[in-house]
Structure formats: structure tokens, C-alpha cells
């Protein structure tokens, strides 16, 4: 194992026996799927009132070991103790008993019951003497207690947008006041201010000693809420750190094996086309939006900025065909439209990664390859095997292309890593003549070199003439790659960013509604 030392030197060293005090220890956790090891030989240990970051690569292991610390999976060997109770039942329930709850990076609430059910459900009673008016009651005062309350108890979880999702399973975690609390990629849906709220309520349980477990990929987090560390590689422990003596750097090249390489690609200059205008829309009028006109020309690359809820899913949804929408001028790809939906969008040339992979980019039970090409698949169209096999050569390219780990075109998009299963819904849409990409906060979750390559995948659209359309979460993102960034804000665009004026600075003050000296939208000629 590597340590890195205060003076931020990566030093090899034997784990350390756990503290006495110690509330969470691992041992020598180990988990194989068949001939696959997933965890090897992990030891760590978290203090009470700590917090303890667990990092590393997709694949790297560290959503299994959230898993097994949760009860929600069997180690096949090695030890959990919390509090001295020993877990290793693969039993949630018993694991909340022994004072352990997660949540959980795919979020394991059901989608068809409400709020306040699902708040409900860790208590086990909810089939037995369940009372809805109590259990929305209770809702309601545990939701304005923790700052929820634009949450509706009463509303069903699949009608909220995934941050809110994101939050109630934060929230049910966070019910009886567990001794050991397990964040698995809690703020991969969530904004700056949605971070900030995850932190007070960290800081608010630490202060009452409980010990949190933090998973993240988002490494500048780590700066501010991490007490220590755990690197994981492969399965892995990579190596250990602790508050103020490490770099991105340094962890980066802790959880890949090599050097670094963290800076964004450059963005190739806007060619000059004869090619029609990518998307010409004038006065878009939808659900949440009000009014909204773009320009995107061949090869560009255009940013969504703004707080989430402010019409970014609204639009992109909107711009595929998958909620209503009408405008008083709509061209894609130099063809007029009236009225839009998926499949004549996927007709058009436009390509959709959406917000929630898991609901609508992928079908879990269906293999890397059918996923692949589920846009092109039609109605009782030859598929399965025959039509992998007519396809191999681009199945393959776009495997090696953005380095998705995978054992073949076969093996189910449900066991591959969240980072893996992004790229295959990113991947779908290479080489396939789009004309224009539509992107919901692609890097969600992911890893930083899933995230490179999934930024160079996106310049070399560009650099094929493909329009990008691109909504993100990290404004750093925007700023450093798009050509230009609109930023909206209740429905309607409240600034339009390039050039000098396109700042981080800029796009967060727009975002919320404070205008930047020299504010003016571009006419649509």
C-alpha cells in the first residue's frame, strides 16, 4: 500500500492495525463474481466523526464495497465490524440494525410509490400497520427538518427530477440517526447548492460522531469534507491519504498508475460551412421554458449552464421529441420541424444522452452491443446475434474508442461499471452521420479518465462538423471546451457567454440571475 506523507511524498507502507476506537473496520474484504475479482484484500477503518473518502477509478470496486458495508451484498471473504457487530448477513435490514445505512449510487428507491413510502420503507413495517396520513406527516416534518421541504411528501418518486430523487434517498439514509453513514456518489446529481446541503447535514451528523464514508469522483469535494482517504485500482487498495497533504494530481495518478493528464482539451475553432445551420430555433415554447431561441452551427459546440430546474431537462427533452413543444421557427439540420418525437429526431441526425442512464439510456438485462444499437433497431427487425455480427467492426470501434471495460458485446450493460454504461449511451452516436448531439450532464459520476476521454470523444464531433448541444453540471466544463454557453434561468436564457465574457464567474452569476456587465443575447437572423 502507498501512503502519501505530509510533505506529499507517495511512500509504500504496511496497512496500519485499526484504533481501538475505531467505529468502522475492514479487513481483508474480498469479492469475486465468478472468475471476476471485483474487490481484493481491502482494509480500511473510519473513526467516529470522520469523514472518510473512498476514491478511485469506475471499476475500481468502490460502489461493491459500499454495497458490502450496506448488507446488500456477501463479501466472499473478509470482515465488517461496526461498532463490534460483526456484517457480513447481505442482509440491508441487519446492517441498519447494527446502525450502517447507505445511500446508494443507483438510487434504490421505488420509482411507482411516494416520497413518503419510500421514507418509510427502512422502518419494515411498511406493509404491516402502515398508516399513509402518519407516514406523510412524518415525511413532511423529516423533509423540512433536513431543508426538503420543496420535496411533496405526497408526490410519487418517479414524477421528481433526479436531484429530488437524489435527495430523498440522502434523506431515508439519514433517518435513525445511523452510527456509520455510506454516500455513494450522494452528489452526482446535484449542483453547488445542492453540494452545500449535502455538506451541512455531513457536518451536522460528524458533530454527533457518526463516522461517514464518502465515494465520489469528484476530487475537488474531497478538499473540503474529507478527513482521510482510501485509494482503490482494480480492486485494490492503491494507497492512502489524509486533510492537506495530497494534490489532484497526486491521487489521480494514485488511482490510474500513471502521470496525470487533467487538463481540458482545447475546442477546435468553428470552421466556415456552407453546411445549413445545425439547429435554427426561434420562440421554443414548452413545459418550463418560455421563449427560448438558438443558433448551433456545424462543428460547434454550444453550453447549458444554469441551477438545475431552471429548464436545462425541459430543453434538451424538448429538442429530441420526448415532450411537447412548438416553436414559431424550427430547423434541424436544414429541414423544417412541426412536430417532433424520438424516432423522427433520430431521423433528423439528433442523438440524446440523457439524465438518468439507468431509466432512460439503457436496458440493464440487454447486452453492451444491443445497447449500442438500440436507436437503430426497428419492430420485428432482425436483432440478437446476427445483427451483432453484421455490426462487429462498429460495436468493436466504439468499444476501443472511449475504452469501455467490458468482456464483449454480450455481457449485459447491467454489470458493467455506471462509468462504462455511460459511455455506451454516449457511444451509440459515434459514427453513426449525426447531425446533431444532445447532452445531459454526460461526466455525471464518472471518473476523471472516463471523463477525458468522453470530452475528446465530444471535440472530435465537433471537428466532424457535428453540433453539440451540451447541459453541465461543472461549469469549469463549459468554460474550458464550448464554444459558447447560454445560461438559463426560471425557463428562459438569461445570458449568452463567448469570447472574453464566457467566465466561470459569468456563468455562475447568471445562473443566478445576477446579468454580467455587457448582457446581450444573440439575434437570430
Known sequence: MTV?????VATPVAAPPAPSNALLVVQNLTKHYGPVVA?????FYCLPGEVHALIGENGAGKSTIAKMLAGAVVPTSGSVTAGGIALVSGRIKDARLAGVSCAFQELALVPDWTVAENLALPDGAALRGFSQRKSIHAATALLAGLELDHIDARALVSSLSLADRQFVEIAR??????????????????????????FRRIRELTALGTSVIY??????????????????????????????????DQLISMMAGREASKAFPSSPPLPVSSKPDV???????????????????????????????????????????????????????????????????????????????????????????????????????????PRLASEKTWISGVIASLSIRTRG??????????????????????????????????????????????????????????????FSTEVEELVNICHRVVVLYEGKIADELEG??????????????????????????
Do not use: C
Not at 502519501?4 to 506529499?8: N, V
Not at 474487490?39 to 482494509?43: A, F, L, N, R, T
Not at 461499471?417 to 457511444?427: D, E, L, T, Y
Open 4 to 8: 502519501l506523507t505530509a510533505d506529499g
Open 215 to 248: 465515494v465520489s469522483h469528484r476530487l475537488s469535494e474531497l478538499a473540503v469534507i474529507a478527513d482521510r482517504g482510501t485509494v482503490l485500482r482494480d480492486g485494490r487498495v492503491a494507497g492512502e491519504f489524509s486533510r492537506g497533504n495530497w494534490s489532484e
Open 173 to 198: 439514509a439519514i433517518t435513525g440517526a445511523p452510527k456509520a453513514l455510506i454516500l455513494d456518489e450522494a452528489s452526482s446529481a446535484l449542483g453547488p447548492p445542492g453540494v452545500e446541503w449535502l
Open 409 to 470: 458485446p454480450l455481457e449485459n450493460a447491467g454489470a458493467l461499471s455506471g462509468g462504462n454504461q455511460q459511455k455506451i449511451v454516449f457511444g451509440r452516436w459515434t459514427d453513426r452521420s449525426r447531425t446533431l448531439i444532445l447532452l445531459h450532464d454526460p461526466t455525471r459520476g464518472i471518473d476523471v479518465r472516463a471523463k477525458q476521454e468522453l470530452y475528446k470523444a465530444i471535440i472530435e464531433l465537433s471537428r466532424q462538423g457535428v453540433g453539440v448541444l451540451w
Open 500 to 525: 472574453d465574457r464566457l467566465t466561470a464567474e459569468a456563468v455562475v452569476g447568471a445562473a443566478v440571475g445576477v446579468a454580467s456587465p455587457g448582457v446581450s443575447q444573440r439575434e437570430i437572423s
Open 279 to 385: 439547429l435554427r430555433i426561434e420562440n421554443l415554447v414548452a413545459e418550463g421554458l418560455n421563449g427560448i431561441s438558438i443558433l448551433i452551427k456545424p462543428g460547434e459546440i454550444l453550453g447549458v449552464g444554469g441551477l438545475q430546474g431552471h429548464g436545462q431537462r425541459e430543453l434538451l427533452r424538448a429538442l429530441f421529441g420526448a415532450t411537447p413543444a412548438s416553436a414559431s421557427k424550427w430547423m434541424l439540420g436544414g429541414r423544417p420541424v412541426r412536430r417532433l418525437t424520438p424516432v423522427k429526431a433520430v431521423r433528423l441526425g439528433a442523438g440524446y444522452v440523457p439524465e438518468d442512464r439507468k431509466v432512460e439510456g439503457l436496458a440493464l438485462e440487454l447486452g453492451v452491443g444491443e445497447n449500442l444499437l438500440a436507436p437503430w433497431l426497428k419492430p420485428f427487425q432482425r436483432g440478437g446475434r
Open 39 to 43: 474487490v481484493q484484500d481491502v482494509s
